[in-house]
């Protein structure tokens, strides 16, 4: 089974319609119905009801069936014994088994067309940054030389080979010339000169730039390619979209079902000629849009085996029209889709981005070249080599330990308000011890040194105003003495105390100094967190930029290139603004073809840039608006105002 995207609506839709048109035409179902004499084969009649069930939507709603599994259930119609004319019961259930057999060929046709415009997409923006960038062009220049040296080395042979026959006649039919080697040596080096320059001013030109010229030019007609694919698919899905199973059975009133019962038959047989026309021509890229429409409505009015009206008609052939149609069916799942998918792969292979090999052809060359060479370095130097790897792990674990870890751990100790954390620039005590050795100081020295006017010892009272002093830095008595000492300091030094100040004074100093420290101390202690977090930013850092290189190394190619999920969602929407504004809605107000089926690819592929990009418990929503993009019952104006939405509404996940 393969999983519905953006034509899942579009297909369950119809499925619900068809459902609700055997309800109004009140078919019972085998099951239901009562009655054996009206029944025909039952074993038939049981298959035929299994194979609906299986291709039913409502038993597997978000899936579409395998082209294996559609044809198995349309060999149910072809299995029977065509001899004898079937029940009512039983043309009824292979009618519906067609229509859905169609339903469900009509959603692979579109699925596989709109994943086909998908790599076109991306064909086209790596076009347009070679095309955009004199390094891309001569890049692609670079990568591409060794395709074009072989192509003109078959022309140049071809060629060479034609003119040397040519040659070699014409000096025959000439009499009296003997032909020596030599001539023919002199003959042939002038035909491979002549045609060496024909072809390489043919490819290169006479300029130095030409070259690069020569291959840009090949970049844009291989661009013009691919968006002429991408045109043709859109063109494809829009009338498939607009003409293709238009089932509305709630505009019909009790009153008129009898009358249109098997309308929707109708609508099934030209539906499938459509299919088909589609599928056929949607690969010729030699044709615009216009002719394109032109050839597939065309091909419909030239199908005369598959009418289903009852106008003209024998009365056994609408019992044999489920079988052709059945058949046609069959030709389209073996034949034109098998076929459309090899035609779509070979267009991709020639106009799309080059292959990997013509890509990396160089790198693999060195590689493969130097593979010997680099094999003997690794066996002479493998003890270097293994110090070398031995190193890198250690030095990745201890940059772990030292740079991740550790300052983990202390920015956690400093919430915890651990003691052994904190950030100090001395130790806690010796401010204290410091003070208290120059309290002890000041007063020793005062004890020693009276004062000369009343010349008594210190109390008790005394001694505490000094320490008290101290403490706010007032060292009066030891200055005065310096002072006394300073007027003869010869003397105060030999047999004075001009010294012990002095050295008293640089206690003093040390004290300041180290009140000073304390204050910085605390201010570190204050903001001891934010430098635990400094200390971690460069190893989380680190980390993290490790991280997101490996996690870009590792996503898909068409992710690591200029236009990454953002951009690719931006130009999207680009492209639906631009299309839904400059389209030309006719008169009730409907899009082109080719517009609407533009429309849809730009959808498909905002989807899937949403579905990686944005939220899981907002992506319902996303796909609301999307629903209101698509919906060309609203009108442009409103188109437009839910692309807007779009933009403005999820642009944290999308810019």
């Given at each position: 089974?393969?999983?519905?995207?953006?034509?899942?609506?579009?297909?369950?839709?119809?499925?619900?319609?068809?459902?609700?048109?055997?309800?109004?035409?009140?078919?019972?179902?085998?099951?239901?119905?009562?009655?054996?004499?009206?029944?025909?084969?039952?074993?038939?009649?049981?298959?035929?009801?299994?194979?609906?069930?299986?291709?039913?939507?409502?038993?597997?709603?978000?899936?579409?069936?395998?082209?294996?599994?559609?044809?198995?259930?349309?060999?149910?119609?072809?299995?029977?014994?065509?001899?004898?004319?079937?029940?009512?019961?039983?043309?009824?259930?292979?009618?519906?088994?067609?229509?859905?057999?169609?339903?469900?060929?009509?959603?692979?046709?579109?699925?596989?067309?709109?994943?086909?415009?998908?790599?076109?997409?991306?064909?086209?923006?790596?076009?347009?940054?070679?095309?955009?960038?004199?390094?891309?062009?001569?890049?692609?220049?670079?990568?591409?030389?060794?395709?074009?040296?072989?192509?003109?080395?078959?022309?140049?042979?071809?060629?060479?080979?034609?003119?040397?026959?040519?040659?070699?006649?014409?000096?025959?039919?000439?009499?009296?010339?003997?032909?020596?080697?030599?001539?023919?040596?002199?003959?042939?080096?002038?035909?491979l000169r002549k045609s060496i320059r024909r072809r390489s001013l043919t490819i290169w030109g006479s300029k130095p730039i030409a070259p690069l010229m020569r291959f840009r030019a090949d970049a844009r007609a291989k661009q013009n390619h691919v968006k002429q694919a991408r045109e043709m698919s859109a063109c494809g899905i829009g009338i498939l979209m607009d003409e293709c199973l238009t089932l509305d059975p709630d505009k019909r009133n009790d009153s008129s079902i009898n009358d249109h019962k098997d309308e929707w038959k109708v609508v099934v047989s030209k539906s499938i000629p459509l299919i088909d026309a589609v599928i056929r021509n949607v690969t010729a890229i030699d044709q615009d849009a216009g002719n394109f429409e032109d050839t597939v409505f065309a091909s419909l009015e030239d199908e005369?085996?598959?009418?289903?009206?009852?106008?003209?008609?024998?009365?056994?052939?609408?019992?044999?029209?489920?079988?052709?149609?059945?058949?046609?069916?069959?030709?389209?799942?073996?034949?034109?889709?098998?076929?459309?998918?090899?035609?779509?792969?070979?267009?991709?292979?020639?106009?799309?981005?080059?292959?990997?090999?013509?890509?990396?052809?160089?790198?693999?060359?060195?590689?493969?070249?130097?593979?010997?060479?680099?094999?003997?370095?690794?066996?002479?130097?493998?003890?270097?080599?293994?110090?070398?790897?031995?190193?890198?792990?250690?030095?990745?674990?201890?940059?772990?330990?030292?740079?991740?870890?550790?300052?983990?751990?202390?920015?956690?100790?400093?919430?915890?308000?651990?003691?052994?954390?904190?950030?100090?620039?001395?130790?806690?005590?010796?401010?204290?011890?410091?003070?208290?050795?120059?309290?002890?100081?000041?007063?020793?020295?005062?004890?020693?040194?009276?004062?000369?006017?009343?010349?008594?010892?210190?109390?008790?009272?005394?001694?505490?105003?000094?320490?008290?002093?101290?403490?706010?830095?007032?060292?009066?008595?030891?200055?005065?003495?310096?002072?006394?000492?300073?007027?003869?300091?010869?003397?105060?030094?030999?047999?004075?105390?001009?010294?012990?100040?002095?050295?008293?004074?640089?206690?003093?100093?040390?004290?300041?100094?180290?009140?000073?420290?304390?204050?910085?101390?605390?201010?570190?202690?204050?903001?001891?967190?934010?430098?635990?977090?400094?200390?971690?930013?460069?190893?989380?850092?680190?980390?993290?930029?490790?991280?997101?290189?490996?996690?870009?190394?590792?996503?898909?190619?068409?992710?690591?290139?200029?236009?990454?999920?953002?951009?690719?969602?931006?130009?999207?929407?680009?492209?639906?603004?631009?299309?839904?504004?400059?389209?030309?809605?006719?008169?009730?107000?409907?899009?082109?073809?080719?517009?609407?089926?533009?429309?849809?690819?730009?959808?498909?592929?905002?989807?899937?840039?949403?579905?990686?990009?944005?939220?899981?418990?907002?992506?319902?929503?996303?796909?609301?608006?999307?629903?209101?993009?698509?919906?060309?019952?609203?009108?442009?104006?409103?188109?437009?105002?839910?692309?807007?939405?779009?933009?403005?509404?999820?642009?944290?996940?999308?810019?």
């Amino acid at each position: 089974m393969e999983r519905l995207g953006a034509s899942s609506s579009q297909v369950r839709t119809i499925d619900e319609q068809l459902d609700r048109l055997q309800l109004n035409t009140t078919l019972l179902s085998p099951a239901d119905d009562g009655s054996t004499a009206e029944t025909g084969n039952q074993f038939r009649v049981l298959n035929l009801t299994q194979a609906i069930k299986s291709l039913s939507m409502a038993a597997s709603p978000h899936k579409l069936r395998s082209t294996n599994a559609l044809w198995a259930a349309l060999q149910t119609i072809s299995s029977g014994d065509r001899s004898t004319a079937p029940s009512p019961t039983e043309q009824e259930l292979e009618w519906l088994l067609v229509g859905k057999a169609t339903i469900q060929l009509y959603g692979l046709v579109i699925s596989a067309l709109l994943k086909q415009t998908l790599p076109l997409s991306h064909d086209i923006w790596y076009w347009d940054s070679v095309l955009g960038s004199k390094f891309n062009a001569g890049l692609y220049a670079f990568q591409s030389s060794p395709q074009y040296l072989w192509q003109m080395s078959k022309d140049v042979y071809q060629d060479v080979q034609q003119q040397s026959c040519n040659s070699y006649h014409r000096v025959c039919n000439e009499p009296g010339v003997l032909d020596t080697i030599s001539r023919r040596w002199s003959r042939f080096y002038q035909i491979l000169r002549k045609s060496i320059r024909r072809r390489s001013l043919t490819i290169w030109g006479s300029k130095p730039i030409a070259p690069l010229m020569r291959f840009r030019a090949d970049a844009r007609a291989k661009q013009n390619h691919v968006k002429q694919a991408r045109e043709m698919s859109a063109c494809g899905i829009g009338i498939l979209m607009d003409e293709c199973l238009t089932l509305d059975p709630d505009k019909r009133n009790d009153s008129s079902i009898n009358d249109h019962k098997d309308e929707w038959k109708v609508v099934v047989s030209k539906s499938i000629p459509l299919i088909d026309a589609v599928i056929r021509n949607v690969t010729a890229i030699d044709q615009d849009a216009g002719n394109f429409e032109d050839t597939v409505f065309a091909s419909l009015e030239d199908e005369s085996d598959i009418d289903t009206s009852q106008k003209g008609s024998t009365d056994t052939e609408p019992m044999r029209r489920p079988v052709i149609l059945a058949n046609r069916l069959k030709g389209i799942l073996r034949e034109s889709l098998p076929t459309h998918k090899a035609v779509s792969i070979s267009l991709a292979a020639q106009y799309g981005r080059p292959s990997r090999f013509v890509r990396y052809w160089l790198p693999v060359s060195i590689m493969i070249l130097s593979a010997s060479t680099t094999f003997r370095f690794a066996v002479r130097h493998k003890v270097q080599i293994q110090t070398w790897i031995s190193d890198l792990g250690t030095t990745v674990l201890d940059f772990w330990t030292n740079w991740v870890l550790e300052p983990s751990k202390k920015v956690i100790a400093t919430i915890r308000h651990d003691e052994d954390s904190e950030i100090a620039i001395m130790s806690r005590k010796s401010l204290e011890g410091d003070r208290a050795s120059l309290e002890r100081m000041v007063i020793d020295f005062a004890m020693d040194n009276p004062d000369p006017a009343t010349g008594q010892t210190l109390n008790e009272m005394e001694m505490s105003s000094i320490r008290a002093k101290v403490k706010e830095g007032d060292l009066t008595p030891v200055l005065k003495a310096y002072e006394r000492d300073l007027r003869r300091p010869l003397v105060g030094t030999i047999g004075g105390n001009l010294v012990r100040a002095l050295l008293i004074q640089v206690q003093k100093t040390k004290v300041d100094i180290e009140v000073a420290v304390g204050g910085i101390d605390s201010l570190l202690k204050s903001q001891e967190l934010v430098f635990g977090f400094v200390g971690l930013t460069p190893g989380i850092l680190v980390c993290v930029a490790i991280g997101r290189w490996l996690k870009s190394a590792f996503k898909a190619p068409t992710d690591r290139t200029n236009f990454g999920a953002q951009g690719r969602m931006l130009r999207v929407l680009r492209n639906i603004d631009r299309l839904l504004s400059t389209s030309s809605p006719s008169n009730n107000r409907l899009l082109t073809y080719k517009e609407h089926g533009l429309l849809l690819c730009e959808v498909y592929e905002l989807r899937q840039c949403g579905q990686r990009m944005i939220p899981n418990e907002l992506y319902p929503d996303f796909l609301e608006e999307v629903n209101d993009l698509v919906d060309l019952r609203v009108g442009v104006e409103r188109q437009l105002r839910a692309a807007n939405r779009i933009r403005w509404a999820y642009k944290k996940w999308l810019f």
